[in-house]
């Protein structure tokens, strides 16, 4: 398959530099921080060593102030601290959800929001990260494709949720302490508000940053991107990334996808499932997982279920079902336990392995398809009053 250029959108990103004139340091590649460092002042010689010390305490110990960086002479934190600064999203409110569901409002630079959802299990966590403010592809059974594409977020501002998120659980390591190698964050899915596809290069830089083994350290292997079906991007997750791939497939028929995932209307099931056959590095071992939302007498049939077999068929896979998620407002409603349990048995008798995802964090909002930032929430809401109270809009 020819990879055509990269996808991109016309949509404003903001610059690395802050208004005060800091630069920031997190979301910056180990190449950007070189130079950075040394257009600072930093000498040639030393930047690669000074480039290890500060991305050690960035990323490794969280550490944000260039004065506790006590491996570095003192007047060498002097220049760090004039030229640079190390800052995060800031947590604006957190919710806890009855299941431990951790949903959190996070505020961006330009004072934008997006949501960030940590989600702890017996044997793992896994934190689920935005990727754009809103969403650009309007999935109709989605929470946040009713909230209007704003911006891309930022490299920094997308490992900037794995750093917030590790502040709130108390992860940092200690120097001195002994070495713990328990993970309460150990998983990423890039499934929150977005499409990482479309703003593929932070979304790789970032990620890129969390898989550092002098920092974050986390495995490739436990990092999942999912894409709604970006075909021309596609191959570049498992080149550029090396990740875990999940597609939001949701139907077996274009005439129903292109309603449920409208992008489908540009590249239609065919071309979608022709370039995961092609995907580099696929094999039973690093299946691609197909993500299927369960709609009540929309995508639910046995014969959906069967056409969804016959459909991947050759493609090495696993089919998560996801009962609906409902929202105010929502078009649809969830399938049955039985019906879900029925469609998950069609699937496994074929050689699938079909778990039924159990929906967490329902009670704070928090669950697959339901996030919106807050700020949204409430301006649609104040439109809506005012439509059914006849006030005409500004």
């Known amino acids: 398959m020819t990879i055509s250029a990269p996808i991109t959108q016309d949509v404003h990103t903001i610059p690395r530099r802050l208004p005060e004139g800091g630069v920031n340091l997190v979301g910056l590649t180990r190449d950007e921080m070189r130079e950075a460092l040394v257009a600072a002042g930093t000498p040639e010689k030393q930047a690669k060593m000074r480039v290890g010390q500060v991305w050690q305490w960035i990323y490794h110990w969280g550490v944000r102030d260039f004065g506790a960086m006590t491996n570095l002479a003192k007047d060498y934190r002097a220049l760090l601290a004039r030229s640079f600064v190390v800052e995060l999203p800031e947590i604006v409110s957190k919710q806890v959800s009855a299941d431990g569901t951790r949903k959190y409002l996070v505020r961006i630079a330009g004072g934008h929001e997006v949501e960030t959802v ?209 929202w105010p407002g929502a078009p649809y409603k969830r399938s049955s336990n039985n019906r879900i349990r029925a469609f998950a048995d069609i699937i496994y008798k074929a050689g699938y392995a079909s778990p039924i995802r159990t929906p967490r964090g329902e009670d704070i909002m928090a669950a697959c398809g339901q996030l919106k930032s807050a700020t949204e929430r409430a301006r649609k809401s104040r439109a809506q009053v005012a439509a059914e109270a006849g006030v005409p809009r500004a």
Request: proline share 5%; glycine share 6%; with cysteine.
């Open 118 to 326: 940590y989600i702890p299990e017996e044997d793992r966590g896994t934190l689920c990260v935005s990727s754009q403010v809103g969403c650009t592809l309007t999935c109709s059974f989605c929470h946040t494709g009713t909230q209007r594409l704003v911006r891309n977020l930022t490299a920094g501002e997308i490992v900037g949720q794995v750093m917030l998120v590790r502040d709130d659980l108390g992860e940092w390591p200690v120097p001195g302490a002994p070495k713990d190698e328990t993970r309460l964050l150990s998983n990423i899915v890039l499934m929150g508000m977005g499409e990482p596809l479309y703003n593929f290069e932070a979304v790789r830089d970032a990620m890129r940053i969390a898989m550092d083994p002098e920092g974050l350290s986390l495995s490739r292997r436990r990092i999942t991107l999912s894409t709604s079906g970006v075909v021309p991007e596609i191959a570049r997750t498992a080149t550029e990334i090396g990740c875990n791939l999940a597609v939001s497939f949701h139907a077996t028929t274009d005439d129903v996808r292109d309603v449920l995932v409208p992008i489908n209307r540009k590249w239609n099931i065919a071309a979608l499932l022709d370039s995961l056959r092609e995907y580099p590095n696929l094999s039973n071992s690093e299946r691609i997982t197909f993500e299927y939302v369960m709609l009540d007498g929309v995508n639910d049939s046995d014969e959906d279920a069967r056409r969804l077999v016959r459909l991947i068929e050759g493609i090495p896979a696993k089919i998560n079902l996801i009962p609906f998620n409902e």
